[in-house]
């Protein structure tokens, strides 16, 4: 038996149809093996050595995993085709002690039979400058988070972190926020006067006076204008007829694909990267078992296989004809910065049209299915042509412009239209009378209006990352998780579409380009991605590249710690009296709300819980249990984040502590260690271990013992429409189950 070990387990039955007999398949859910987050596991003084550990959530799927490969004849490494994913397959070659010169790889851009099994045929090694270029991703990442974050915590309130990528994206927010306060909007009149020739009305745009290019900024111009051109003849003194052309889009990257996917159905970064994720590892068709039907959604190529161009010509052949194909086929370039390990996203066969999959795919993977298979096929299509009519027209000092265009051959729009914002002034015409030179059409009447120049638009998810791409910095990879990431940690917040900066997203902005305006500018961040991509094709060599960047590091994290700064709000004075030095205690924000605190800290340090009303809780005698069995002290009941416990009065110089369980209800056991689980009562109810804090699971959802018919994670109780369901816990798999019914929901 041959092992092949994939990432997501919603792909697992999509590959073993194609891999046939002799083939077992395991699904890893993700990396295995991680930097521990308890500590910054990055040797700085031994040329940045990373100290990876076994994820705590993962130990029970790696033991999985070393017993099948165990049993397996061979082992092959099938994880995604790019850096992420050749780490995974590195991570678990090194638990498995594989050898990785040899050829344990193999990788495929889609899952299709053809793909499977051409990568069965030409396996290779592990390619260890991919495994480097994501290795120093991740320590960058690490030394920036762990160094920084603790300058924002001393400095603008606990619990906040920094990082590479996600902290400059804050800052293009903020920045785009600050123009917009900072926008004077200033008037202006559009103005146009409607002539007719025959019975045919049109309307001519203010251009021009005395040929120079003008404009109204006032009623005061509005009026003058008006007694100036009253009573002047309106003569056509040039009129142009030409064929102009439009081009089809490149088909989509990662970006573009979510771009679009906001514009055109209002799907959001998370819904289209999940949607995109579902199509790729395979969907449900009845007959057919579990079919992908898109390629690789991480990419940021516009390449295209000949085979699937050659595909694409003879299909708009048969259904359009053969003047709907270009003479020769279109090729897009593609930016210097893209990866380009992989093809453009587009669907794995023509064929499977999304018509014949209306009613078979949930409304969500219908619409994105669609959208990706019309944008790949216009990309393959003839141009769009038009006929486009310029015309200049005259009376007195004043020039006019009239300027359309009508449909002549829908080449590729027949398919798929671009996306289009709106614009305040339509000037183009769809429709105009036959105009020649020296026709003199009769004036009907003026049009104008007060309008204002408007600031910046806020980002809306589809922008920003349309602006990361931009500018270089994260890759397709990173930039579903890095904009929710900002919304996750309160840095921003949505309003309809646009996003904009929470108060603490620009707090921690300001702080970090004070202290570390190299790390906070956009060109340093896209440069870095420049030298993680010389180290993917071996130009760099990665711990050079770290080295480079924290040469000073260190001396700018002690000066942001040993300076006076701080954004903190002052703290409020009470009148709460310390009863142990006499002082007015202040009210301080912690972890757990506001609380009373003696304001000589360090020396006295007294203090005291604060009810919803601000009001101090007086202390009650500690409650005491049963003696130490470490020390012999009284145990003494303390309340923690989760819930009551036993602590050792003898803290701390004795740290024994014992979770209190809850006798009077079952709530089942924990899903990583077996032990019960408990309700915890915080701002609201969860379920977590009663092994904590050697075990800290949680749920916020009770759990089911019974577990996922799809992939076999533990499944969650929940409520939708009234009606009870189990929903499995696994995000990549995410089936839901009526109780009492086998059918699943996706």
Known sequence: MKLVVIEGIGKKET???????????????????????????????DNFEPHYETIPAQKETVARLKEEAAKADEVLLATDPDREGEAISWHVAELLGLNKSDNIRIAFNEISKNAVQNALKNPRPIDENLVD?????????????????????????SKLSAGRVQSVTLRLIVERERKIRAFKPEEYWPFSSVLSKGKKKFKAILSTKLNKSFKLSSKEDVDKVVSELDGKEYEVTSVKRSVT???????????????????????????????????????????????????????????V????????????????????????????????????????????????????????????????????????????????????????????????????????????????KNFVEPKDDDDEQSSLPALAEGDKPEFIKYNYEQKFTKPPARYTEASIVKEMEEKGIGRPATYT?????????????????????????????DMLVKYFPDIMNVKFTADMEERLDEIEDGSRVWNSVVGEFYNGFDEKVAVAMGDSFSLKPPDEV??????????????????????????????????????????????????????????????VL????????????????????????????????????????????????????????????????????????TCGSYMTERKYGGKDYLVCANKECGKKYLVHSEEAHD
């Not at 439009?246 to 514009?263: C, E, G, V």
């Not at 900002?486 to 902005?509: A, H, M, N, W």
């Open 481 to 509: 998780p890095t904009v929710t990431l900002l919304f996750s940690r309160g840095y921003t917040e949505r309003e309809g579409k646009s996003i904009y900066p929470t108060e603490l997203g620009e707090k921690v902005t």
């Open 133 to 157: 270029a994501q290795q120093a991703r991740r320590v960058l990442d690490r030394l920036v988070g762990y160094k920084i974050s603790p300058v924002l915590c001393k400095k603008i309130q």
């Open 305 to 416: 296989s000949s085979g699937a161009m050659q595909e694409a010509r003879e299909f708009i052949t048969s259904k359009f004809g053969k003047e709907y194909v270009p003479t020769k086929p279109n090729i897009y370039a593609t930016k210097k910065s893209a990866q380009d390990a992989h093809e453009a996203i587009r669907p794995i066969t023509l064929e499977r049209t999304p018509e014949s999959l209306e009613g078979v795919l949930s409304k969500p993977n219908y619409r994105l299915y669609k959208l990706i298979y019309d944008r790949f096929l216009a990309s393959q299509m003839s141009d769009a042509t038009y006929d486009s009519l310029n015309v200049e027209i005259k009376a007195g000092d004043y020039g006019f412009k009239v300027t359309g265009k009508t449909p002549k051959f829908a080449g590729y729009t027949a398919v798929y």
């Open 15 to 45: 590959v073993e149809k194609y891999l046939g007999k002799g083939y077992k398949v395991f699904a890893t859910r993700g990396h295995v093996r991680d930097l521990p987050s308890k500590r910054l596991a990055v040797s700085v003084k």
């Open 574 to 635: 009470s009148d709460v009296i310390c009863e142990s030095c006499g002082a007015k205690m202040v009210i301080k924000q912690g972890r757990y709300g506001r609380f009373l605190a003696c304001p000589n800290y360090p020396k006295c340090k007294n203090t005291k819980p604060l009810d919803q009303d601000d009001k101090p809780i007086e202390a009650k005698p500690p409650v005491e249990g049963e003696k130490c069995e470490k020390c012999g002290k009284p145990m």
């Open 638 to 709: 303390r309340k923690g984040r989760f819930g009551d416990f036993w602590a050792c009065s003898g803290y701390p110089k004795c740290k024994n502590i014992k979770n209190i369980e809850n006798k009077e209800e079952d709530y089942g056991s924990c899903p990583l260690c077996g032990r019960p689980l408990k309700a915890i009562k915080g701002k609201s109810m969860f379920f977590g271990c009663s092994g904590y804090p050697e075990c800290k699971f949680t749920s916020a959802y009770k759990v089911s013992q019974t577990k996922c018919p």
């Open 245 to 303: 052309r439009s081009k089809p889009s490149a088909p989509f990257t990662t970006s573009t694909m979510q771009q679009d996917a906001l514009n055109k159905l209002g799907m959001t970064l998370s819904q289209t990267t999940q949607t995109a994720q579902n199509l790729y590892e395979g969907i449900e068709i009845p007959g057919e078992g579990k079919i992908a039907l898109v390629t690789y959604i991480r990419t940021d190529s516009t390449r």
